[in-house]
C-alpha cells in the first residue's frame, strides 16, 4: 500500500485543519492507520490511529479531547481533524500504516509504510 497525505498549511492558534491520508488500497481491518508529526529537532511523536480490527479511535496525551482521527466508508482515506490549534503543534505530519499488534500501536518503529509529510505551522 502507499499513502499519500494533504491538507497541512499556516493557520492561527485556535484555528482548524484537516488532513487527509489517501491510500493507494483499501485497507479495511488488515492495516491500523496512525498520524506521527515531528518538529525540527525533536522525535517523531505518535497523535493519533485507528486500530485495524475494530477501528477504535487512540490519541496521544497532547492531542487528546482537540483531535478526532476518522476513515471513510471506503476504507482508503483516513483523516485527522484538528481543532484548537496551538503553536506547538507546529510539525510535519506523517500518516502510517501497518498491521501492528495493539501493544506496538504508539510506536513509528512498528509501521513499515509512511506517506509523505505534510507541513502544520500554527502562529501565535
Known amino acids: 500500500v502507499q499513502l499519500q497525505a494533504s491538507g497541512g498549511g499556516l493557520v492561527q492558534a485556535g484555528g482548524s485543519l484537516r488532513l487527509s491520508c489517501a491510500a493507494s488500497?483499501?485497507?479495511?481491518?488488515?492495516?491500523?492507520m496512525a498520524w506521527f508529526r515531528q518538529a525540527p529537532g525533536k522525535e517523531r511523536e505518535f497523535v493519533a490511529a485507528?486500530?485495524?480490527?475494530?477501528?477504535?479511535?487512540f490519541y496521544g496525551d497532547s492531542v487528546k479531547g482537540r483531535f478526532s482521527i476518522s476513515r471513510d466508508n471506503a476504507k482508503t482515506t483516513i483523516y485527522l481533524q484538528m481543532n484548537d490549534l496551538k503553536p506547538e503543534d507546529t510539525a510535519l505530519y506523517y500518516c502510517?500504516?501497518?498491521?501492528?499488534?495493539?501493544?506496538?500501536?504508539?510506536?513509528?518503529?512498528?509501521?513499515?509504510?509512511w506517506g509523505q509529510g505534510t507541513l502544520v505551522t500554527v502562529s501565535s
Open positions: 485507528a486500530w485495524r480490527n475494530t477501528g477504535t479511535s
Open positions: 502510517a500504516a501497518a498491521r501492528v499488534i495493539l501493544s506496538a500501536l504508539r510506536d513509528p518503529v512498528s509501521y513499515n509504510t
Open positions: 488500497e483499501r485497507t479495511g481491518s488488515s492495516y491500523s
